[in-house]
């Protein structure tokens, strides 16, 4: 059902491995080219892989004061940072009554648990005895959120979601239908994730589902997911207030859509994802034709490719093979509650310059993902609308449905 | 199946799905025993520990019986007992 205001992006912000900032993140997008790279932050001699994405480069003392920065895991000050950047992208100040009328949406899957990491390695293998006592505040799930809302004074509604890879998918949707139903009147939406510590690489590993090389989504010998860090925020307000006071519009939120498989913890069905991906169409009032671009979940699992492609084709039907369907996870690897967020500032972009990013390392076609995943290079299409894929383990699926500013 | 190799498989095989060792044996297929895809990291995971060996990811893809597995410890595991691998019945 849809509301009555329709809701636009103006102000995009990004931390990933393929830049500090959205421009950085979305230059690296448009070039097909993919932060992939040796794993830096731990020491990878006793595990199966080496690979990973990273945030390169990132100096937290160039943002916070060190006083701030003790608050701070590694997961909450990319969220800072890329929440800071889509505010001043917007170009708006929050003051006043609108403090109370703007939502704060986070998603992340893990919180702080380089933090949490760092502590038990005191406490079980040094025998210190003792926590931090800013332990809990830097690893609640909700720093982000607060950090964010504490930084701009943001008094109105403010939570995280946390449902693994979706994440970030439910925190912009829901952060969405507040905007557009006219509970709120800005949103700050998005998601962060800082996966890299010793026992989380060890407990991916044991899953054996992380690729030794690269992450090749669709590709016949995609070997599995390559995990990546960041975060991604947008900035939604309500298309006639963005117009109004002449603010760059990036693109709109036309609509989102949930669902459950209710069948595995791992293993995906075509089903569910199916029936999110037409939740968010309907929610848009869009035409399955009008969209001519899939920003995919694509991990790169010998699992989850094949049913996305089936999952599209159900949905889309012929208009399938007209759609170009890429995944960034192959760039900016699989951050998982923040893969939602780096995704909506990929495919918001895509929009606005009319430029679809590829899926980076693309070697053969799997005849089981026979769409057309745009190999290793962009390309220029002028787009009505598109759709960004999120499905978590655990069976949740959120889809976010966008439309090119009219 | 006094094979010791025989016998972590099929104790590692009975604590993951939870049934008694003796419905299990060299010939049972996974699909018999309903395992998927984290019952069989699991599996590995009990075998590494059981075993004290790392068993790669490639090496487990493709293992579909019992038997799959005991012969893929072979490789892996420097105290199998070689003689009992191929006596089928």
């Known amino acids: 059902m849809n509301g009555s205001r329709r809701v636009a992006v103006t102000g995009v912000g990004a931390v990933s491995a393929l830049g500090r900032n959205a421009a950085e993140t979305w230059s690296a997008l448009s070039e097909g080219r993919s932060g992939i790279a040796r794993i830096e932050s731990v020491d990878t001699a006793g595990l199966r892989f080496r690979n990973g994405a990273e945030v390169r480069g990132f100096d937290p003392s160039e943002h916070f004061d060190p006083v701030r920065l003790d608050f701070l895991d590694r997961f909450a000050q990319f969220a800072l940072v890329a929440a800071r950047e889509a505010l001043a992208d917007s170009g708006l100040r929050i003051s006043g009554d609108l403090s109370e009328r703007t939502a704060v949406y986070t998603g992340s899957s893990l919180g702080g648990q380089t933090t949490e990491d760092a502590g038990f390695v005191d406490l079980y293998r040094r025998g210190t005895n003792r926590m931090h006592p800013l332990s809990i505040p830097r690893v609640m799930a909700n720093a982000g959120a607060s950090q964010i809302s504490m930084e701009f004074g943001l008094t109105g509604p403010a939570c995280t979601i946390s449902t693994a890879c979706s994440s970030s998918n439910h925190a912009i949707g829901h952060a969405f239908w507040m905007v557009r139903s006219g509970l709120v009147d800005l949103a700050i939406a998005g998601g962060s994730e800082a996966p890299f510590s010793h026992a989380h690489l060890k407990a991916w590993e044991a899953m054996r589902v992380v690729s030794p090389d690269t992450c090749r989504p669709f590709s016949a010998d995609r070997r599995g997911v390559i995990l990546g860090e960041g975060a991604g925020f947008l900035v939604l307000e309500p298309l006639d207030a963005a117009m109004a006071r002449g603010a760059r519009i990036y693109a709109e939120v036309a609509g989102f859509g949930m669902s459950s498989d209710a069948h595995h913890l791992t293993q995906p069905t075509s089903s569910g994802p199916a029936r999110a991906m037409r939740a968010a169409l309907g929610d848009a009032d869009l035409a399955a034709e009008q969209v001519g671009y899939v920003n995919a979940h694509g991990t790169g699992t010998r699992s989850n490719d094949p049913a996305e492609t089936r999952a599209i084709r159900d949905v889309f039907g012929p208009h399938a093979d007209k759609l170009a369907v890429s995944s960034t996870k192959s760039m900016h690897g699989h951050a998982l509650g923040a893969a939602g967020a780096l995704e909506a500032v990929a495919t918001v972009l895509a929009l606005h310059h009319g430029v679809v990013p590829p899926t980076a390392n693309f070697t053969t076609l799997d005849p089981e993902c026979d769409l057309d995943v745009v190999p290793n290079e962009a390309r220029a299409v002028r787009l009505e609308a598109a759709l960004s894929n999120s499905f978590a383990f655990g069976g949740l699926n959120a889809v976010l449905a966008f439309r090119a500013p009219a | ?89």
């Open chain 2, 1 to 89: 199946m006094s094979d010791p190799l025989v016998q972590t498989v099929v104790a590692a095989l009975a604590e993951v799905k939870h049934v008694p060792p003796e419905r299990i044996t060299l010939d049972t297929t996974f699909a018999e025993l309903g395992m998927d895809s984290l019952d069989t990291v699991t599996m590995l995971f009990e075998l590494e520990t059981r075993l004290e060996v790392t068993i790669p990811d490639e090496a487990a893809k493709s293992v579909r019986t019992v038997r799959d597995v005991v012969d893929g410890l072979r490789g892996l595991t420097a105290n199998a007992s070689p003689q009992t691998a191929s006596s089928a019945s």
